[in-house]
């Protein structure tokens, strides 16, 4: 390196350096101008907020009809139904298979 060029290097890094903080303070993941982005996100995490509160709340009243003091026995009857696998003499039992998996798509693990 020149030895006039040397007086400048050190301009030269810090300059890099600014302009590489400015792009990131505009373009990065918590820039200016990716707003719109984490809106987006928030608007989606709230609707999965809700719908898990929903599924909360079903299981809620559920459980609430499994207890001893307020045993629903129509729901106790449905849950034993499915979790055995057993249906009474009187029902009509149609057995449905599962769909086949697309073409495209692969098996979660």
């Known amino acids: 390196m020149p030895e006039r060029m040397k007086p400048y290097f050190p301009s030269a890094i810090l300059m890099l350096l600014i302009a590489y903080l400015g792009v990131q303070a505009l373009t990065g993941e918590r820039g200016l101008l990716s707003g719109g982005e984490r ?3 928030l608007l989606r995490r709230e609707a999965q907020l809700a719908g898990i509160l929903e599924q ?5 009243v559920r459980v609430r009809y499994l207890r001893t003091d307020s045993l629903s026995r129509d729901l ?3 849950r034993a139904r499915a979790v055995l696998g057993f249906a009474d003499p009187r029902d009509y039992v149609i057995r449905v298979s599962a769909p086949a998996p697309e ?3 692969t098996p979660k693990a």
């Open 56 to 60: 909360r709340r079903d299981l809620e």
């Open 76 to 78: 106790l009857e449905e």
């Open 103 to 105: 073409a495209g798509s």
């Open 39 to 41: 809106e987006a996100m």
